[in-house]
Nanobody, 114 residues
């Protein structure tokens, strides 16, 4: 079964950029959904960027134009490029893969200072 390992979190200043990576091991053939979620302290986990097998992508309104989700199928890795970061982007970011089943990465902390 697929396992997800996240990396790339850290502390950045407002306006900066960060790229999160989520490496999938095991069988990754025809995964229906690969997405990024985040959870800030005291808030519910929310979808940030979702990539579908069809090629469609969805972004939360709060990150449109700033974040980009992409996949490198050769490396079995999904990325989240985050630009123009804001303090409100501070959260733990989780990678999720779903194909009927659901599996989550361990989460990586992103902190944006003002």
């Amino acid at each position: 079964q697929v396992q997800l390992v996240e990396s790339g979190g850290g502390l950045v200043q407002a306006g900066g950029s960060l790229r999160l990576s989520c490496a999938a091991s095991g069988s990754t053939f025809s995964i229906e959904i690969m997405g990024w979620y985040r959870q800030a302290p005291g808030k519910q986990r929310e979808a940030v960027a979702i990539s579908y097998k069809s090629g469609m992508v969805n972004y939360a309104d709060s990150v449109k134009g700033r974040f980009t989700i992409s996949r490198d199928n050769a490396k079995n890795t999904v990325y989240l490029q985050m630009n123009s970061l804001k303090p409100e982007d501070t959260a733990v970011y989780y990678c999720r893969a779903a194909s009927g089943w659901t599996i989550w990465g361990q989460g990586t902390q992103v902190t944006v200072s003002s």
